[in-house]
């Protein structure tokens, strides 16, 4: 047997079964030369709705359509082989009804041959989980800070700073888990609050600003790699790619200004890799 054959996917079922064992390495890629990368060291790569803000430069996740999350979905899919990928269903993709959510998460699904979708909220989304996970869908939910809600929870802001917000937080992540998702992703709250949910659910938490007590961990790739101008406080860059690409474009147009240009750019031929 060859070793490509040999490799194959991460599953949600994979992911499911991590529960208290190694931490779970996760990023997001919107594109296929960097998901070509993260595929390498990821467990499962979330094609996020972040792409909105971080590679169309909108203010929010708001915007984000359906479309724009099929073809960044099959660009990611395209260069990878080992990592579950995982697309967001986006703000007004999945709200309104079981039948509206599994219509276009079946489309997600087919169309980009991504193993599983995310969505946002809890208690309230917890029905549409289970409808979409009864029908053969892979269905990763998201608790605590909820990005698609920016405009009703008046920005960004960590949640569950107050005891008293602590039930309704831990009733989400209760309600999801147990309608049958495979995985939560819990965004921007406190260390206790985050352990308290990950030892109150039976599926892997991944913690995004939650601290270590997750079953494991997300970042936005572009964050984490210095890309985008301002990151949330928790972040920690691992590089500084906004210093090198300017770097590379000063040099190439110092050499254009100067006519020092190698002369045989001219011949459009592929280096070998
Ligand atoms: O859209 C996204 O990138 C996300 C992560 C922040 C978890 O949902």
Known sequence: MSSQAQTRRVTAQDIRQRKSGEPIVSLTAYTA???????EFADFILVGDSLGMVVYGFDSTVPVTLEMMILHGQAVMCSTRKALVVVDLPFGSYEESRE?????????????????????GGVRMAETVRFLVERGIPVMGHVGLTPQAVNVLGGFKAQGRSKAEWP??????????QAGAFSLVVE?????????ITRRVDVPTIGIGASVTCDGQILVLDDMLGLTGRVPKFVKTYGNLAEAVRNAV???????????????????SLKPE
């Open 250 to 268: 000063s040099a190439y147009a110092d050499e254009v200004k100067a006519r020092q240009f190698p002369s045989e750019s001219h011949v459009y």
């Open 33 to 39: 030369p960097m998901a070509a990368i993260v595929d």
């Open 100 to 120: 509206q959510a599994l219509r276009n998460a079946a489309r997600v699904l087919k169309e980009t041959g991504c193993g599983a979708v995310k969505l946002e």
């Open 168 to 177: 309704a937080i831990l009733a989400d992540a209760e309600a999801v888990a």
């Open 188 to 196: 921007a709250v406190s260390e206790p609050l985050a352990a308290e």
